[in-house]
């Protein structure tokens, strides 16, 4: 027998637990409605909750990036891949989250793995939030710290292990997303400062959801619960509202210096691309100096909200506190029923399911550039079906 035969045996388990996942294309420019597999249909599957992605300053930004400096960066930032836009995006970002300093890697994933591996290894605790997202859990893994998986959001149960945990440990990591993608609730972050703090712990926060859709400025939940100034370790990424590719750790001068030498995954990686630093960047001066698509991506949710409550009181809406919503069904036969027929009816929402998250649902995200229409359109499908 084949040593590889073990995968085929192991695809057939996952397909017959209704796991089986695979690819469907967009052939069009991304934006509030695409051509999704032939047929056009209403976007609420994206994580460009500004609209960005489309946007002609950043396309503009990107070519004239690539014309200047070519398509590939061509080395890691300590050899020969840094260029000057690289140090500019690194600024741009620390004075936008009001850090002292930033450091951008080829992708969220890679910033939380990298960032996590450096700051702590086998004498150290990691709590994490069970809820967090696969990087913040790979990363905890790859550490070799030990982890405790706290139950979502129990600020209780921390507090009881690190009052039991915390002496037998040299340093203590908390790690949590600040939106959590699946779910869309928020973490209880004033909460977390007091106890990382309490107990001499360091905290990790991922606004991977949060950068350019929270806060007064767009900075994030951090900026949104009024913590900005305190020391934490914020992580986010460029590949959300901010319409390009990449992510950030930001925090203070020694920590961002620290990481230079020690994250793996920034330093033996190349560095970001031309396009993609150049598009980063301008994205975040339109975050900062347009506020009212902001606005927009608020009143929609409010919009969806509204309509959800007046006309599907039958469906269960998980509580959200952001543009993520979800629709918990009681299955995944159930939720893959519900995603099929909305694409049939021209309205792009995925179904998700374990193992991506332990209870099936629709997830919904929001947009800036959803018209009341496209969302009203939405709640008749469900509504009828
Ligand atoms: C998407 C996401 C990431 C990864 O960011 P990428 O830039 O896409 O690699 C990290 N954390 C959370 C919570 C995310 O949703």
Same mark, same amino acid.
């Given at each position: ?11 057939? %388990? ?8 695979? %690819?469907?294309?967009?052939?069009? *420019? ?35 990036? +690539? ?29 936008? #989250?009001?850090?002292? $300093? ?9 910033? =939380? ?21 696969? *990087? ?14 706290? &139950? ?7 507090? =009881? ?35 990382? $703090? ?9 606004? +991977? ?11 994030? *939940? ?27 750790? %930001? ?24 396009? $993609? ?11 900062? =100096? ?19 409550? #007046? ?8 509580? *959200? ?15 893959? #029923?519900?995603? #099929? ?16 998250? &332990? %209870? ?26």
């Amino acid at each position: 027998m084949s040593p590889y035969a073990w995968i085929e045996t192991s695809l057939k %388990t996952i397909r017959r637990a209704n796991w089986y996942r695979s %690819t469907q294309t967009i052939y069009s *420019c991304s934006g509030a409605v695409v051509v999704l597999e032939g047929q056009e249909v209403i976007n609420f599957a994206s994580n460009d909750y500004l609209g960005l992605a489309s946007d002609q300053r950043l396309i503009a930004a990107a070519v004239n990036a +690539a014309r200047e400096f070519g398509t590939g960066s061509t080395g890691s930032r300590l050899l020969s891949g840094q260029r000057l836009l690289h140090k500019e995006l690194e600024q741009a970002i620390a004075s936008f #989250k009001q850090t002292q $300093d930033a450091i951008v890697f080829s992708s969220g994933y890679l910033a =939380n793995i990298g960032a996590i591996v450096a700051l702590v290894g086998k004498r150290d605790l990691i709590l994490s939030d069970q809820y967090n997202h696969s *990087c913040l859990k790979n990363g905890a893994i790859l550490s070799g710290a030990s982890i405790i998986e706290y &139950p979502h959001c129990d600020i209780e149960f921390l507090r =009881n292990q690190l009052s039991i945990q915390r002496q037998n440990y040299r340093r203590c990591l908390i790690i949590t997303d600040s939106v959590f993608s699946m779910d869309g609730d928020l973490c209880p972050l004033p909460e977390l400062l007091d106890l990382a $703090d309490e107990f001499s712990c360091m905290l990790l926060v991922d606004e +991977a959801h949060a950068t350019g859709v929270f806060g007064e400025s767009g900075a994030g *939940c951090v900026e949104h619960f009024g913590c900005t100034g305190r020391e934490l370790i914020q992580m986010g990424t460029l590949s959300k509202a901010l319409g390009s590719l990449g992510g950030y750790i %930001t925090g203070s001068t020694a920590l961002i210096d620290f990481l230079r030498n020690r994250a793996p995954s920034w330093i033996y990686t190349t560095a970001l691309s031309p396009a $993609d630093t150049a598009a980063a960047h301008a994205a975040i001066e339109i975050v900062r =100096n347009e506020p009212q698509r902001r606005m927009q991506l608020w009143q929609n949710v409010e919009y969806l909200k509204q309509l959800t409550q #007046k006309y599907l009181p039958n469906f269960k809406i998980l509580p *959200c506190s952001s543009p993520i919503l979800c629709i918990q069904l009681a299955n995944v036969t159930d939720a893959l #029923k519900v995603g #099929k027929h909305l694409k049939a009816a021209g309205i792009f929402a995925p179904a998700i399911r374990p193992p991506t998250v &332990p %209870t099936s649902r629709i997830r919904i995200t929001l947009m800036a550039t959803h018209k009341d229409v496209h969302i009203e359109k939405l709640v008749e499908v469900l509504r009828n079906m």
